[in-house]
């Protein structure tokens, strides 16, 4: 059986694989490895491990070698180096007046290329800038646009959960989360509530959805009419954590209200969608939509 080992590059959090060629490495060790931006620095993330052949999509790239000491003053120097690549490049930004937010510099390992990493609202010209920054610095620049996300990745945040954000912590890509899998959970349509640090829709969402649209099949809406074995009733409230709801029945010396499991009711009608509420209903749809953009 083939055996592998996991890598990963700076503060990212996707992890690569690469044939260890017969080393034994253990997790934290430094390697150079071979991608398409060159020989780069990295660290082992996951020590030798054995996988089956149906596992191995593709043949992979050997790891170059364990790092020595040398390697690793490099790749400090190269992080180093870091701060006065960014005052830099800000300065020249700010002389063209390009309306760009400069976020990270980044060293090839053998600083043949620094790559600046930026977000903006849309496409930037930014020619003039690779100009005078490459006459600068006297190597090869690159600028590359980034999201929102890629940004928080970059520089670190807390959640509103009071934890780093789940995209630094362990998160390798980004799958999309939409405004429905707010509705799902019934979580206020707030911008404010539903909206991460990088201004997107939070990535948990997704995390219970799931269960949610699964438990929402077995429960009718609020307003609802149900058969329960003392008679007809209207669904109240309808708890999904409990899958359970709240049912008043109509007897008579009042109405009187009890919870009810699912099993022990029979949907008999449901209540027609509710009409939107005018044009503060649309401009909230449509900020959450913007949300739901990368």
Do not use: W
């Not at 990963?8 to 959090?13: D, I, L, R, S, Y």
């Not at 017969?22 to 931006?37: L, M, Q, S």
């Not at 807390?158 to 019934?186: P, W």
Request: net charge neutral; glycine share 6%.
């Amino acid at each position: 059986m083939p055996i592998i080992v996991g890598v990963k590059f700076g503060n990212g959090g996707k992890q690569y694989y690469f044939d260890p060629l017969n080393i034994k490495f253990e997790e934290g060790d430094g390697v150079i490895v071979e991608t398409v931006r060159g020989l780069e620095f990295a660290h082992i993330s996951q020590s030798n491990t054995e996988v089956s052949d149906e596992e191995l999509k593709n043949p992979l790239k050997p790891v170059v070698r364990k790092a020595t000491k040398e390697d690793e003053q490099r790749a400090k120097e190269n992080e180093e180096k870091k701060e006065g690549a960014m005052k830099l490049c800000q300065k020249h930004i700010e002389k063209h007046d390009l309306k760009m937010k400069l976020v990270d510099a980044e060293y090839t390992f053998d600083r043949s290329k620094v790559i600046f990493s930026f977000t903006a609202e849309g496409r930037i010209d930014f020619r003039e800038l690779v100009k005078d920054l490459a006459s600068k610095m006297r190597m090869r620049i690159e600028l590359r646009q980034i999201y929102e996300r890629d940004d928080i990745k970059i520089r670190g945040s807390m959640g509103i959960c009071g934890r780093e954000c789940c995209c630094i912590t362990h998160l390798a890509d980004y799958e999309k989360s939409t405004v429905k899998m707010a509705k799902n959970q019934n979580i206020s349509l707030n911008p404010a509530k539903v909206s991460g640090m990088c201004g997107k829709l939070m990535c948990c969402l997704r995390y219970e959805n799931d269960f949610y649209v699964d438990a929402n099949k077995r429960l009718p809406k609020v307003g609802a009419t149900v058969r329960v074995q003392e008679g007809q009733g209207r669904v109240d409230e309808t708890d999904i954590l409990k899958e359970r709801i709240k049912v008043s029945i109509e007897k008579n010396d009042g109405v009187e209200q009890r919870y009810y499991n699912v099993g022990e009711f029979e949907v008999l009608t449901c209540p027609k969608a509710q009409a939107r509420s005018g044009a503060q209903e649309e401009y909230d749809e449509r900020e959450l939509e913007k949300l739901e953009e990368r």
